[in-house]
């Protein structure tokens, strides 16, 4: 594919994908933490149903980067580890797909957590 | 003016600004399609570099991780979040800002029950029902593989 509209289409789905959770956000009153629920629960099943991939087919980071591309990966994993382990894979494959994202986050997070101030009102007083 | 709860719950509905979703819809789009564009093109990075297109993935996502812990560090995500709203929430650098960002502010009420456990109030839900729809998931594949 050309490599120009190869970031097009991340642009446009990725886009997309964050204009949908704004959708909500603002008639709906969702909180964040609901949103990243669902999205990260929507992209299992849409993993599962194999509706996922062709969208990461055509957006590549527009659809690997949003939540839902985290959830596709949990059903990727867990797909994988029950052809290789059985039905243990089940619980294996989510948490083996999910290790980089989870450690990463809570890794930098503590890091981060150390080095920087805290801007929030409580500690300035 | 007589009217009920229910009456005036919707004219102030009608009158009140739908919290101007003519912007921050386009803005969510732009700020998340841009983030998109980013992973993209580190992505690409790291398959020009030679990684397999799954561990390009993964190198992606902890780069972005980083990025967004740092940024957060220095206060601009959540500067930047103020105006892109769910643009720079549902990226995977949102769920890394839904970390650090508590980590941070509870730095000050201990590194236990502060830092350590504040830091899953937006992460340990997602991981809960992510992992559970994986594992409810995982049993109907394994069931399926059976036939």
């Known amino acids: 594919m ?31 933490a609901r949103i990243l629920t ?3 629960v929507a992209g299992v099943v849409l993993g599962a149903l194999g509706l996922y991939q062709p ?3 055509l957006a590549g980071g527009g659809a690997t980067v949003p939540l839902t591309g985290f959830g596709n990966l949990l059903a990727k994993g867990v797909r994988k580890a029950v052809d290789m382990n059985g039905l243990i894979g089940a619980f294996m494959g989510g948490f083996t797909s999910a290790a ?10 503590l890091i981060t957590a150390l080095m920087f101030k805290s801007g929030s009102k409580i500690n300035e007083a | 003016m007589n009217i ?18 003519y912007k921050t819809i386009p803005l969510a789009f732009a700020i998340g399609g841009g983030i ?23 190198w992606t996502s902890m780069l972005l991780i980083f990025m967004s812990a740092l940024l957060t560090g220095l206060k601009l995500y959540d500067r930047i979040a103020q105006h892109a709203g769910a643009g720079t929430l549902v990226p995977i650098t949102g769920f890394a800002n839904s970390v650090v960002s508590p980590a941070l502010d509870f730095k000050s009420e201990g590194f236990v029950l502060g830092l350590g ?31």
């Not at chain 2, 998109?36 to 993964?58: K, R, S, T, W």
């Not at chain 2, 809960?128 to 995982?138: D, E, L, P």
């Open chain 1, 2 to 32: 050309d490599i120009f509209m190869e970031y097009v289409w991340a642009f446009l789905i990725g886009g997309l994908l964050c204009a949908i959770g704004q959708v909500l956000i603002d008639l709906t009153k969702l909180t964040p």
């Open chain 1, 38 to 40: 669902s999205y990260v």
């Open chain 1, 55 to 57: 969208i990461i087919d």
């Open chain 1, 100 to 109: 980089v994202g989870i450690s990463a986050a809570v890794f930098f997070g």
């Open chain 2, 4 to 21: 009920s709860n229910q009456e005036y719950g919707e004219l102030a509905k009608r009158h009140s600004p739908p919290s101007a979703m």
């Open chain 2, 36 to 58: 998109c564009v980013i992973g993209e093109a580190i992505l690409n990075m790291f398959q020009y570099l030679g990684l397999e297109p799954d561990e390009a993935g993964m």
């Open chain 2, 117 to 147: 456990a504040k830091m899953f109030v937006i992460a340990g839900p997602v991981i809960v029902y992510g992992i559970s729809a994986s594992v409810v998931y995982g049993i109907i594949y394994y069931i399926t593989t059976l036939f």
